[in-house]
Every structure is written in structure tokens, then in C-alpha cells.
Nanobody, 129 residues
Framework: QVQLVESGGGLVQAGGSLRLSCAAS????????MGWFRQAPGKEREFVTT????????YYADPVRGRFTTSRDNAKNTVYLQMNSLKPEDTVVYYC??????????????????????WGQGTQVTVSS
């Protein structure tokens, strides 16, 4: 089991930026991919982005493409989510997730929450208008 600890959430004005971090307890050699999801109260967890650890290949959901960027730091066992041009509708709890073995196709299967093995505790992002 991989322990994931998120940080970086907070309050920002519309148009502003935040960077979320997610530190993994496992060695990155055991990770296949890490993803970011977000969830509003009463709604299902929504895919945001995923990144394959070995080569940095990433995919994004349409609502965030061009505004959000994910990256990873092998030395720190950490994945990041840089969020720019934030909108009030980006106000939700953000979760990082880890997949420790290859399964299926990254581009499509990584968009399902059930594809991931472990989850962080979530961090709140609030964008004021």
C-alpha cells in the first residue's frame, strides 16, 4: 500500500494559480502512474489528469486542458498539479491517486477512479469570483 500526502490547497481569486503536491511513501520504481481527481459534494469523483511515472506521459480532462499541468519529481517521490487560470467552478476537493502496476491503457483506463490502488486524503481548493 502506498501512502499519499497532499498539500497546497487553499483560497485563491479567479484567474489565480495554485500548485498541489502529492508525496508518495513508496519508491517510484513501484509506481506505474499517479492521477488527480476532484470531487464536489454529492457528486462522483471526476478525473482531472494522470501521469505515467516512467516517462511523464500525461492526459487531461477537457475542462482543465490548457490550464492545469501535472509533473513528477522522481527524487522526491512527488507529483504536482499546477493549476492556472482558476475558475470558481474549480472549487472542490482534489485527490491524488496511485496505480502500482500496469493495467489496461493509460489514456482510457486512468480516467476511472477504480483503476487506482491508493488515494490521498484530499485537499480543498476554493476559487472566489
Amino acid at each position: 500500500q502506498v501512502q499519499l500526502v497532499e498539500s497546497g490547497g487553499g483560497l485563491v481569486q479567479a484567474g489565480g494559480s495554485l500548485r498541489l503536491s502529492c508525496a508518495a511513501s513508496a519508491r517510484t520504481s513501484s509506481l506505474y502512474a499517479m492521477g488527480w481527481f476532484r470531487q464536489a459534494p454529492g457528486k462522483e469523483r471526476e478525473f482531472v489528469t494522470t501521469i505515467r511515472w516512467v516517462d511523464g506521459t500525461s492526459y487531461y480532462a477537457d475542462p482543465v486542458r490548457g490550464r492545469f499541468t501535472t509533473s513528477r519529481d522522481n527524487a522526491k517521490n512527488t507529483v504536482y498539479l499546477q493549476m492556472n487560470s482558476l475558475k470558481p467552478e474549480d472549487t472542490v476537493v482534489y485527490y491524488c491517486a496511485a496505480r502500482t502496476g500496469r493495467l489496461g491503457t493509460l489514456e482510457y483506463d486512468s480516467r476511472r477512479a477504480a483503476w487506482y490502488d491508493d488515494w490521498g486524503q484530499g485537499t480543498q481548493v476554493t476559487v472566489s469570483s
